[in-house]
């Protein structure tokens, strides 16, 4: 696996090695690499690096012909994500709408999209609702009274979509998030190919993905989290569209030599600015429906604006600028329109809420500024918008001061090792019944519980070093971007530690984790160049790896779609005391 770290240019003036700070010298034995030691060459492959390719000697070891050998490699960029993601599907739409009930907060949001799309904003059930929902398979009346909920519309208007088309029942509500669950796993694997130059590490991070516990079960459940990681994964991977858009201009517009090779030039970098980014646009919508899904969807929008810029400083060093900080400038103020792209997407997301009548009969506090708010310094604002941020006001402190305690709950220490997981679900169905084996001899456990695949996520805490090590002292970009996923979804929550958390909040930087995983298991399968030794011991310690994840995901799979098993062989999947 190479570098293609964005700082790796040869800049003029800089100290030669024997002049280097004494810091720099002692970082080496680290495997610091400074950027006056990259490779010279034309900096277009340096900008926009070649994909890699199976080496012949693979191909003539599986006797296939050289002209079947280019049709393959040429397809596989998309035909090996596609058979990734169909394995996904299958296994995600399996008996979708198993178990028949209303698991864990698939009581509110199950409930609030089918009010949604019916009448635009939430209302309160009765306390029966479930019952009646599964008993009259979605034929009851929705009620009228506005319902208080602390969290935006859009994932609920995902949920609701498949309701509309499957019915008021589980399939349809557990319909749109495991479709959307089946897409992120394409949407990886294409963004991990196109990241590390690799399709065989794209599918290995988009396999890994398909077999992880806590994306399987958030897949099969209608939660906002879900719906969440899918907004941010696809923001993420316009990002990257877009960093190689703006560098693939930028290599066209730099002049070549004599050999027809592309050198740095510090005129040419410091005067291109690209104005028009398209994908940039795009990211911006998908971040307003992230935080249209869930609030913490500011954190990325703002995680992903730093490091597009960052982005932009690096390219301008690559190619030579003198002043890469100072002309990045422009390039921040352009990533600034993912902001009010963003809030005008968030806002008509609430567009139901608004339409709904003011006169105390629609939506929740939606008559707030004719009545309690009525008047005061802000009151040339139209009435709906300061009954949204009054709104928007009391939902903030109800997230800030949320301590009521949960059997569930866990600290965001524990969510890498997987600490506390969630049982969305559990029976114990006696002998001969609900799929408990009549040979049982007693009752048997039948259990939805959100956890990741143990192995992953162990594998997990070690890649997140190498990530770390390998965008501080190696400055690679693909580990800094990694490293920022994972850092936007996570740190924020150690900020909430006395707040009612979950560990499934974490799927939301989960694609991140396998990013780091497939890094990692690049790194032990060896760089380009290695020797066949090197190679077949490094191959050989990544398929195991693999082929453990996988058969980890395997074990725990009864537990993940609700299947009666026998209480021993549930009692022996419960690893840690803190599992049960």
């Known amino acids: ?104 907060d698939e009581t509110y949001y199950a409930k609030d999209a089918w009010a949604l799309v019916h009448r635009g904003y939430e209302v309160n059930w009765d306390k029966n609702a479930n019952d009646l929902v599964l008993q009259t398979h979605g034929h009851l009346a929705i009620p009228s009274d506005a319902a208080y909920v602390v969290h935006p519309p859009v994932g609920k ?28 796993v394409l949407l990886l694997c ?30 099969r459940t209608s939660l906002l989290d879900g719906v969440l990681m899918f907004f941010v994964l696809a923001a993420f991977g316009c990002l990257v569209l877009d960093r190689d858009y703006a560098r693939a201009r930028l290599a066209a517009a730099l002049p070549a030599d004599a050999d027809g090779r592309v050198r740095p030039d510090a005129h040419t970098t410091d005067s291109f600015f690209l104005l028009w980014r398209p994908w940039r646009l795009v990211a911006g919508v998908l971040l307003g429906l992230a935080v249209g899904t869930k609030w913490n969807g500011l954190y990325f929008l703002i995680a992903f604006f730093v490091m597009s810029v960052l982005w932009d400083v690096g390219t301008r060093k690559v190619a030579g600028g003198r002043r890469p ?54 009151a040339f604002l139209p009435d709906w918008l300061r009954s949204l941020w009054h709104y928007e006001h009391e939902v903030y402190n109800f997230h800030v001061h949320l301590s009521s305690p949960h059997t569930y709950q866990s600290n965001p220490w524990s969510w890498i090792v997987l600490g506390r997981p969630v049982s969305y679900f559990y029976e114990s169905p006696s002998p001969g019944a609900d799929g408990c084996p009549a040979g049982a001899g007693q009752k048997c456990a039948r259990e939805v519980l959100a956890i990741g695949t143990p192995l992953l996520w162990w594998a997990a805490c070690f890649a997140i070093g190498y990530v770390l090590w390998r965008w501080l002292l190696r400055r690679d970009w693909r580990a800094g971007a990694i490293a920022c996923g994972i850092a936007a979804g996570y740190l924020p929550w150690f900020l909430y530690q006395e707040r009612t958390i979950f560990l499934f909040y974490a799927v939301v930087f989960l694609p991140f984790l396998c ?47 609700g299947q009666a098993i026998p209480i021993d062989s549930w009692r022996s999947r419960m690893w840690l005391d803190t599992w049960v």
């Open 1 to 104: 696996m190479t570098s293609t770290a964005s700082s790796t240019d040869l800049r003029q003036g800089q100290a030669p090695h024997d002049q280097r700070t004494s810091w720099q010298r002692r970082l080496r034995r680290f495997g610091y690499t400074p950027a006056t030691d990259a490779p010279a060459g034309d900096v277009r492959d340096r900008l926009v690096p070649p994909y890699t390719e199976p080496s012949p000697r693979l191909w003539q070891a599986l006797g296939v012909p050289p002209v079947l050998a280019a049709r393959i490699t040429r397809w596989s960029g998309w035909g090996g994500p596609l058979l990734v993601t169909l394995m996904a599907a299958l296994m995600r739409f399996w008996h979708l709408g198993s178990p028949r009930a209303v698991i864990f």
């Open 157 to 184: 208007y995902v949920i609701g979509l498949g309701e509309l088309m499957f019915g008021f029942n589980p399939f349809g509500w557990r319909f749109m998030t495991a479709l959307l669950g089946t897409l992120s």
């Open 190 to 219: 294409r963004i991990g190919r196109r990241m590390f130059r690799s399709t065989f590490l794209g599918c290995l991070a988009g396999a890994l993905m398909a077999v992880d516990g806590l994306h399987f079960v958030m897949s």
């Open 325 to 378: 900080y100072l002309a990045s400038l422009v390039d921040a103020v352009v990533a600034f329109v993912m902001f009010p792209v963003a809030v005008a997407v968030y806002l008509a997301s609430w567009l139901g809420w608004i339409l709904s009548p003011a006169d105390g009969t629609g939506g929740y506090f939606r008559n707030w500024a004719a009545t309690e708010g009525k008047g005061g310094h802000w």
């Open 515 to 561: 990013l780091a995983v497939a890094m990692l298991i690049g790194a032990v399968v060896g760089p380009p160049g290695s020797s066949d030794t090197r190679r077949v011991i490094g191959a050989s310690a990544a398929g195991v790896l693999v082929l453990l994840i996988a058969w980890n995901f395997i074990y725990f799979w009864p537990l993940y779609t």
